[in-house]
């Protein structure tokens, strides 16, 4: 069989052939000096603003946990507040930034967070910075009878905001896991059996100033969630493990409602925890729709 094609138009020949045209020779300016400033126009803009910036960056970043520094693929939202009299921001400034930290071989951490959130304000000349950034985190996990492990991973967020007239900072960090949740109402009417589901946990907490060294809020919140479920879940289980497994789910059952009042209980209980937001989502085995709890709670106001 022949290998030989018919000879093709030139690519630019092709480009123009579907539609491409030169560029026009324009009227406006095309160095920097010359081009319009829009977003540092001076005018009264009639609301200052809580939040303006960009969401959905995914970027490679590196990530210090307790089981040492681990490489992973964050999403960011970048903002800051925005005063009255100018009309937006110089945004380009947000991803530039991302990556000068990038290339210093930057590591998130609640603290290094902070440095960033600061320097988001400064370089946008705004009151406030702020930032959320979510990732995969990867941790070790045993079976319960044979011991054997793999990884499992919870979804993790940072809500960082830093404000340049105060010098505050504030520091939410949350995250999302999956747990086996049995129905206490199926286990009790039921001559045998009952109905379980993938529960989604969703923990935020507020942490206290003193706390961002130090306490592995990573594992306090996996902890708190899974160690109030059912059951935790597995990457390897052997059939000693599984047995095992459905058991304690058996010994353990949880309405959604549980679930939430439980974990508050032990955010309640850790001192490092100011407020917190707890809600619990259950893809529900017998019906199509989810069952849904939540619960928002600040100490702060516990009197
Ligand atoms: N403020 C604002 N900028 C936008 C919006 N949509 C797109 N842009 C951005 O406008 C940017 C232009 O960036 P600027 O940071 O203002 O550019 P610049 O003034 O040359 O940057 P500096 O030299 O840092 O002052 C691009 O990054 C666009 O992404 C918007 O809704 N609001």
Redesign the pocket.
């Known amino acids: 069989m022949s290998t030989s094609h018919v000879a093709l138009p030139t690519k630019a020949e092709r480009h123009k052939l579907f539609g491409s045209v030169p560029p026009i020779k324009g009227t406006k300016p095309t160095e920097?000096e010359q081009?319009v400033?829009?977003?540092?126009t001076p005018k009264n803009f009639l609301f200052a603003l809580d939040s303006?910036g960009?969401s959905n960056v995914k970027h490679p970043v590196n990530v210090e946990t307790s089981e040492g520094v681990q490489s992973t693929v964050a999403t960011f939202e970048l903002t800051t507040s925005l005063v009255q009299d100018r009309?937006?921001?110089?945004?380009?400034?947000l991803?530039?930034q991302l990556d000068a930290y990038h290339q210093q071989g930057w590591t998130v951490s609640n603290r290094s967070l902070i440095e960033f959130a600061q320097e988001l304000a400064e370089?946008m000349e705004q009151t406030e910075g702020q930032l959320t950034i979510r990732y995969p985190w990867f941790f070790t996990r045993k079976a319960p009878a044979t011991g054997l492990s793999g990884l499992m991973n919870a979804d993790v967020m940072h809500r960082v905001t830093y404000n340049l007239e105060t010098g505050v900072a504030n520091v939410t960090v949350g995250l999302v896991i999956n747990v086996t949740t049995l129905c206490p109402c199926s286990k009790e009417i039921s001559e045998y059996s009952a109905h379980n589901q993938r529960g989604y946990i969703t923990i935020e907490a507020g942490l206290d100033e003193t706390s961002m060294d130090g306490f592995d809020w990573r594992a306090a919140l996996l902890d708190a969630a899974e160690s109030n479920a059912s059951a935790p879940l597995h990457p390897v289980l052997k059939r000693p493990d599984e047995k095992r497994a459905t058991e304690i789910a058996y010994e353990n059952p949880r309405f959604v409602e549980d679930m939430v009042r439980l974990i508050a209980a032990d955010l309640y209980e850790m001192k490092q925890v100011v407020n917190f937001f707890v809600e619990c989502r259950n893809e529900e085995s017998i019906h199509q729709h989810d069952a849904i709890a939540s619960i928002t709670f600040d100490k702060r106001n516990d009197t």
């Open positions: 920097k081009m400033d829009l977003q540092n303006v960009i009309k937006g921001i110089n945004m380009s400034r991803t530039e370089r």
